[in-house]
């Protein structure tokens, strides 16, 4: 795959990929799912495979299970690295001991729903199988038991403390009655029933212990050797305890859930989605899809996007014409995204959807650009088109977003004409965003046109409909807004029978 | 601890928001003139009594009963409510001045709150004396001072001044706690103030680790400073809530004494212009009934005012028709005042007065508005009307006055005849003031409306009085012509 700047793969930036990606994984920082993401699956099989265990997934009881492991396991994390940057030994030690808390919460949530709801995905059967496993393990079980009696030691601490100018005693506790108690009920009369809350909060402590809590803990430790004991035999018996086979768990159940939440408000407000089938001939089709990057900025403004559907048979060639904002680029963008994620085994915006597993997918977006170095400009985009027409085959989507907008337009139809042969050629699967009609009359094309409102030609609807291109309908009806057909101007000026 | 002077079951509170349209109706019944009579300048006062008539809208009969009760007793002694008054907002002063905002800041101050429930203690004790060695004849008065008894005994006083002294910890707080976490102590509990070798007088003294500071230490001393304010939080808790409360119960005190001192301000300024007080009956459903009702506002304002008697059980809607310049607003007054003391628990100006207890109270009086807005003027109340009704309450006292008149009387007949015929149909007591013969006419034949008018004399003097009687197609519009330009305007 050829591969942009910071290894961002060439045509994320084209199909608002990298935006999607930085969206996905924003809530799993550092957990390097960005490289899953940028790595298209090649092989139909493994599609399917990862199709169903997104769809075990997706049942919601299961789904929570893995979203509660998830966070049991950052939990898990977040304790390590206090642990590893703690200077105080025994708040080191008790930060590890946290970790392990967190990691054993994380193991059990995660077995009860695996228990509850038996997935059916081959891929987290295996792993369940795994965990059902480890769960019996000698080394398991220790590291349970332990955890359990070092933590009660810990809890059923109970000591004194003496403030008095600039001087502080400690020992253990004794039984002493609750003063602050005593206080409360002389005035009791004044409350009523019951007495009004406090509302004051004190803000959190950061993580690390000042001198004085550090000495604190540090006589607690001689004053309660057996407690804090156990806590250091902990320690040394458990380092590495975390399973690297519950990692990996970890980091691929994100993948599934990252993406899964994010569409999940999409579908909430009625957008489908679907598994594509993996075809190996066309008819290569999906319906009612929509660019999810942009359907998450609408949804967040409180609106939905209109969905297009696109289907490649003999037809291997989508050329989409049609007024400006008419949203052809969506459309293209749209195209791909699903493409990729469909590679990725993921469910795909649509309805119905069946394609076919690409090797590749090609994007060239023109940027309107300085008409001075027009024919330096021209010259690099055709030396780029050239680059990816050599790496396209048979199994290859293209998508060209106005390639020729730059160059004059005698030269435009002729490079125009050649490039979409050239696909043709190639059998490659594309799509051709162009103001060139004609290009959408060329054999091995089918033809689409972004919609206008035919009651008011100023409005789009976004609906993109296969169409012969004729490119004379808007601008007919909008003349017919503005009063200025012919038949309207004669009228205007008077006259007329 | 509850004051009850004003409730049977609870306290005044201030902090209820008026009712919709409340500035209108002071504005449409002329209460400024009350309220000058009843706070004099005090503005606290002004708000206290402000608040009480707006609240009295949703008066209960038990609770107005029980206010007249203590309003008699506050006019039979207007030194002790005057008393409690300013004992109250001494006390408060007090309070105030050793610590303000106890809980405004994230936690506690211990040292504050001593200082400012002593204050509260010495204003408790002065009050039970006041109430102890003054007759009370009304049950409020007396169930205060019974309440308070019951609690404010010597021995209270005693424990609660030691706790005080006990509070400023002169040897060190001592706290139990727990290991949070992280390592650091939580679940803190205050425990008694230790005397020497208290805790093992027989067994041998437990193992005590100690740190010094060093002087210099200065990280140090403010951390061992937290560590004991979170020691002694609870108890700054509770004392600071004590304080709170006490002060909440002197703020109520305050308030009530302070209302029932204006109420006998207002008789006192009544009667020495040789107005008869009454009071009035609550009753329940349309009842309205009153003998020699004026209004209170004119008459502090002319030192003398005009009596009115009306039998309307029954009768809604009450249409008062008549001439221009017949007073015709101050027929409308009178009952709305009279319904407001009514509900607050106080006097009306009457010699006898009994009504029905509504829910709320709602004006829409025509405005004298710029000129400039002539041409929105009609809109405007429309506006005006629409947020009335989008506010109102389920069996209110309505009052219009010249409502509509900003259009023509044909429109402006047919919408408020078809606006009164809702209100009245939903339960709503409308009395209604309008110079348009068209809009009370479409009520004739109709047996519960009532159609009041200023009486004429028959030699064209009005004497201010209301008398039944349907309406007619001419006001005296004719009347006021001649008086002002004499005979060529006939």
Redesign the interface.
């Given at each position: 795959m050829e591969e942009g700047e910071r290894g961002v793969p060439a045509h994320f930036q084209d199909l608002h990929l990298d935006e999607l990606e930085a969206a996905l994984f924003a809530p799993h920082g550092g957990m390097g799912l960005e490289a899953i993401f940028r790595r298209p699956l090649q092989d139909g099989k493994a599609v399917i495979h990862r199709q169903r265990v997104a769809q075990d997934l997706e049942a919601e009881p299961l789904a929570q299970a893995f979203r509660t492991f998830v966070r049991g396991m950052e939990n898990m994390r977040k304790g390590l690295e206090l642990a590893e940057g703690a200077r105080?030994p025994?708040?080191k030690r008790?930060?590890f001991?946290?970790a392990v808390e967190a990691y054993l919460e994380a193991l059990e949530g995660l077995w009860k729903g695996l228990l509850g709801h038996p997935p059916r995905s081959p891929g987290l059967q295996a792993y369940r199988a795994y965990l059902e496993a480890y769960r019996g393990s000698p080394d398991f079980l220790r590291l349970r038991a332990d955890r359990e009696r070092t933590r009660s030691a810990?809890?059923g601490?109970?000591?004194?403390?003496?403030?008095?100018?600039?001087?502080?005693?400690?020992?253990?506790?004794?039984g002493?009655?609750?003063?602050?108690?005593?206080?409360?009920e002389?005035?009791r009369?004044?409350?009523?029933e019951s007495?009004?809350s406090?509302?004051?909060?004190?803000l959190p402590?950061g993580?690390w212990?000042?001198?004085?809590?550090a000495?604190?803990?540090d006589?607690?430790a001689?004053?309660f050797p057996e407690a804090f004991g156990r806590l250091e035999a902990f320690f040394q018996d458990h380092r590495g305890f975390a399973d690297p086979a519950l990692l990996r768990l970890e980091k691929e159940a994100r993948f599934f859930l990252a993406y899964l939440d994010f569409i999940a408000p999409m579908r909430e407000a009625g957008l489908p989605f679907v598994y594509p089938e993996v075809a190996h001939e066309p008819p290569f089709l999906a319906q009612e899809a929509f660019d999810l990057v942009l359907a998450a900025k609408l949804l967040f403004q409180g609106s939905l996007p209109v969905t297009n559907g696109f289907l490649f048979d003999e037809a291997r060639i989508l050329v989409v014409t049609g007024p400006n904002q008419g949203g052809k680029t969506t459309f293209a963008r749209m195209v791909g995204q699903v493409y990729h994620l469909f590679a990725l085994g993921l469910p795909v915006p649509g309805s119905r959807a069946c394609l076919l597993l690409p090797d590749r997918i090609l994007t060239h977006f023109e940027a309107r650009e300085n008409p001075e170095e027009l024919r330096s400009k021209l010259e690099e985009d055709l030396r780029r088109l050239k680059t990816l027409l050599d790496g396209a085959t048979d199994r290859s989507l293209l998508i060209l977003n106005e390639p020729f907008a730059s160059a004059a337009l005698l030269d435009a139809r002729l490079i125009g004409r050649f490039v979409l042969e050239r696909i043709r050629a190639r059998g490659s699967l594309g799509v051709v965003v162009t103001f060139l009609d004609e290009l959408a009359r060329l054999p091995g094309t089918r033809s689409l046109v972004a919609e206008v409102d035919p009651e008011d030609p100023a409005r789009r609807t976004f609906r993109i409909l296969e169409r012969p291109a004729d490119g004379k309908a808007y601008a007919l009806a909008l003349a017919e807004k503005y009063g200025l057909t012919y038949a309207r101007l004669k009228a205007r000026l008077g006259g007329g029978p | 601890?509850r004051v009850g002077l004003l409730f049977p079951d609870r306290d005044l509170d201030l902090a209820h928001p008026f009712p919709f349209g409340w500035e209108d109706v002071e504005h449409d019944l002329g209460l400024g003139d009350v309220y000058r009579a009843m706070a004099g300048e005090d503005g606290y006062l002004l708000e206290v009594v402000r608040k009480v008539l707006a609240q009295g809208l949703t008066s209960q009969a038990a609770t107005v009963l029980h206010r007249q009760e203590a309003v008699r007793e506050a006019l039979e002694r207007p030194d002790l409510v005057e008393a409690l008054y300013t004992l109250a907002g001494e006390t408060l002063a007090a309070k105030r001045r050793e610590s303000y905002g106890l809980?405004r800041?994230?936690?506690?101050d211990l040292y504050g709150a001593i200082k400012a429930m002593e204050a509260l203690l010495k204003g408790l004790r002065a009050l039970l004396a006041l109430l102890q060695r003054t007759p009370l004849t009304s049950p409020p008065f007396q169930a205060l001072e019974a309440r308070l008894e019951a609690?404010l005994t010597p021995a209270?006083f005693r424990?609660?001044e030691a706790?005080l002294e006990a509070?400023r910890f002169p040897?060190?707080?001592?706290?139990?706690?727990?290991?949070s976490?992280?390592?650091?102590?939580q679940g803190y509990?205050?425990?008694?103030?230790?005397e020497r070798r208290a805790?093992?007088p027989f067994g041998k003294r437990?193992?005590?680790?100690?740190?010094?500071?060093h002087?210099r230490d200065e990280?140090?001393?403010r951390?061992?400073g937290e560590?004991?304010e979170k020691?002694?939080?609870?108890?700054a808790?509770?004392?600071?809530?004590?304080v709170?409360?006490?002060a909440r119960?002197f703020e109520s005190l305050r308030a009530e004494a302070g209302f029932l001192l204006g109420a006998a301000r207002l008789a006192g300024r009544l009667k020495a212009l040789g107005l008869p007080l009454a009071f009035p009956t609550p009753a329940e459903g349309l009842r309205l009934a009153f003998r020699g009702l004026y209004d209170v506002g004119l008459a502090l304002r002319q030192g003398m005012a005009v009596g009115n008697d009306l039998e309307a059980h029954g009768r809604n809607p009450i249409f008062i028709t008549g001439a221009n310049r017949g007073r015709k607003t101050t027929f409308l007054r009178s009952p709305g005042l009279a319904q407001l003391f009514l509900q607050a628990g106080l006097f009306v100006g009457a010699e006898r007065f009994e009504s029905g207890l509504v829910d709320g109270l709602f004006t829409h009086f025509k405005r004298e508005e710029d000129r400039a807005l002539e041409a929105g003027k009609f809109e405007e109340e429309l506006r005006r009307l629409d947020g009335l009704v989008a506010h109102l309450t389920s069996k209110p006292l309505f009052l219009f006055n010249e409502s509509f008149a900003a259009t023509s009387e044909l429109e402006g007949s047919e919408l408020g005849a078809q606006v009164v015929r809702v209100l009245v149909e939903a339960g709503v007591r409308v009395v209604f003031v309008t110079h348009f013969y068209t809009l009370a006419a479409a009520f004739l034949g109709d047996e519960r409306t009532l159609f009041l008018k200023a009486e004429r004399l028959p030699d064209g003097r009005r004497t201010y009085r209301l008398r039944p009687e349907p309406p007619e197609p001419t006001a005296y519009a004719q009347d006021l012509l001649r008086q002002v330009f004499g005979e060529e305007a006939g």
């Amino acid at each position: 795959m050829e591969e942009g700047e910071r290894g961002v793969p060439a045509h994320f930036q084209d199909l608002h990929l990298d935006e999607l990606e930085a969206a996905l994984f924003a809530p799993h920082g550092g957990m390097g799912l960005e490289a899953i993401f940028r790595r298209p699956l090649q092989d139909g099989k493994a599609v399917i495979h990862r199709q169903r265990v997104a769809q075990d997934l997706e049942a919601e009881p299961l789904a929570q299970a893995f979203r509660t492991f998830v966070r049991g396991m950052e939990n898990m994390r977040k304790g390590l690295e206090l642990a590893e940057g703690a200077r105080h030994p025994w708040q080191k030690r008790l930060y590890f001991l946290l970790a392990v808390e967190a990691y054993l919460e994380a193991l059990e949530g995660l077995w009860k729903g695996l228990l509850g709801h038996p997935p059916r995905s081959p891929g987290l059967q295996a792993y369940r199988a795994y965990l059902e496993a480890y769960r019996g393990s000698p080394d398991f079980l220790r590291l349970r038991a332990d955890r359990e009696r070092t933590r009660s030691a810990l809890d059923g601490l109970r000591y004194v403390l003496h403030v008095h100018e600039g001087r502080l005693a400690l020992r253990a506790y004794q039984g002493e009655p609750d003063y602050g108690r005593q206080v409360a009920e002389i005035f009791r009369p004044f409350f009523g029933e019951s007495p009004p809350s406090w509302q004051g909060r004190d803000l959190p402590p950061g993580p690390w212990l000042n001198h004085v809590e550090a000495w604190i803990l540090d006589h607690l430790a001689l004053l309660f050797p057996e407690a804090f004991g156990r806590l250091e035999a902990f320690f040394q018996d458990h380092r590495g305890f975390a399973d690297p086979a519950l990692l990996r768990l970890e980091k691929e159940a994100r993948f599934f859930l990252a993406y899964l939440d994010f569409i999940a408000p999409m579908r909430e407000a009625g957008l489908p989605f679907v598994y594509p089938e993996v075809a190996h001939e066309p008819p290569f089709l999906a319906q009612e899809a929509f660019d999810l990057v942009l359907a998450a900025k609408l949804l967040f403004q409180g609106s939905l996007p209109v969905t297009n559907g696109f289907l490649f048979d003999e037809a291997r060639i989508l050329v989409v014409t049609g007024p400006n904002q008419g949203g052809k680029t969506t459309f293209a963008r749209m195209v791909g995204q699903v493409y990729h994620l469909f590679a990725l085994g993921l469910p795909v915006p649509g309805s119905r959807a069946c394609l076919l597993l690409p090797d590749r997918i090609l994007t060239h977006f023109e940027a309107r650009e300085n008409p001075e170095e027009l024919r330096s400009k021209l010259e690099e985009d055709l030396r780029r088109l050239k680059t990816l027409l050599d790496g396209a085959t048979d199994r290859s989507l293209l998508i060209l977003n106005e390639p020729f907008a730059s160059a004059a337009l005698l030269d435009a139809r002729l490079i125009g004409r050649f490039v979409l042969e050239r696909i043709r050629a190639r059998g490659s699967l594309g799509v051709v965003v162009t103001f060139l009609d004609e290009l959408a009359r060329l054999p091995g094309t089918r033809s689409l046109v972004a919609e206008v409102d035919p009651e008011d030609p100023a409005r789009r609807t976004f609906r993109i409909l296969e169409r012969p291109a004729d490119g004379k309908a808007y601008a007919l009806a909008l003349a017919e807004k503005y009063g200025l057909t012919y038949a309207r101007l004669k009228a205007r000026l008077g006259g007329g029978p | 601890m509850r004051v009850g002077l004003l409730f049977p079951d609870r306290d005044l509170d201030l902090a209820h928001p008026f009712p919709f349209g409340w500035e209108d109706v002071e504005h449409d019944l002329g209460l400024g003139d009350v309220y000058r009579a009843m706070a004099g300048e005090d503005g606290y006062l002004l708000e206290v009594v402000r608040k009480v008539l707006a609240q009295g809208l949703t008066s209960q009969a038990a609770t107005v009963l029980h206010r007249q009760e203590a309003v008699r007793e506050a006019l039979e002694r207007p030194d002790l409510v005057e008393a409690l008054y300013t004992l109250a907002g001494e006390t408060l002063a007090a309070k105030r001045r050793e610590s303000y905002g106890l809980f405004r800041r994230d936690r506690p101050d211990l040292y504050g709150a001593i200082k400012a429930m002593e204050a509260l203690l010495k204003g408790l004790r002065a009050l039970l004396a006041l109430l102890q060695r003054t007759p009370l004849t009304s049950p409020p008065f007396q169930a205060l001072e019974a309440r308070l008894e019951a609690v404010l005994t010597p021995a209270f006083f005693r424990q609660a001044e030691a706790h005080l002294e006990a509070l400023r910890f002169p040897k060190g707080v001592w706290m139990a706690a727990g290991l949070s976490r992280e390592g650091r102590s939580q679940g803190y509990t205050l425990l008694p103030p230790e005397e020497r070798r208290a805790w093992w007088p027989f067994g041998k003294r437990p193992r005590t680790y100690v740190l010094t500071l060093h002087p210099r230490d200065e990280a140090g001393a403010r951390i061992l400073g937290e560590i004991r304010e979170k020691g002694i939080l609870e108890a700054a808790k509770a004392l600071a809530t004590a304080v709170e409360e006490v002060a909440r119960f002197f703020e109520s005190l305050r308030a009530e004494a302070g209302f029932l001192l204006g109420a006998a301000r207002l008789a006192g300024r009544l009667k020495a212009l040789g107005l008869p007080l009454a009071f009035p009956t609550p009753a329940e459903g349309l009842r309205l009934a009153f003998r020699g009702l004026y209004d209170v506002g004119l008459a502090l304002r002319q030192g003398m005012a005009v009596g009115n008697d009306l039998e309307a059980h029954g009768r809604n809607p009450i249409f008062i028709t008549g001439a221009n310049r017949g007073r015709k607003t101050t027929f409308l007054r009178s009952p709305g005042l009279a319904q407001l003391f009514l509900q607050a628990g106080l006097f009306v100006g009457a010699e006898r007065f009994e009504s029905g207890l509504v829910d709320g109270l709602f004006t829409h009086f025509k405005r004298e508005e710029d000129r400039a807005l002539e041409a929105g003027k009609f809109e405007e109340e429309l506006r005006r009307l629409d947020g009335l009704v989008a506010h109102l309450t389920s069996k209110p006292l309505f009052l219009f006055n010249e409502s509509f008149a900003a259009t023509s009387e044909l429109e402006g007949s047919e919408l408020g005849a078809q606006v009164v015929r809702v209100l009245v149909e939903a339960g709503v007591r409308v009395v209604f003031v309008t110079h348009f013969y068209t809009l009370a006419a479409a009520f004739l034949g109709d047996e519960r409306t009532l159609f009041l008018k200023a009486e004429r004399l028959p030699d064209g003097r009005r004497t201010y009085r209301l008398r039944p009687e349907p309406p007619e197609p001419t006001a005296y519009a004719q009347d006021l012509l001649r008086q002002v330009f004499g005979e060529e305007a006939g």
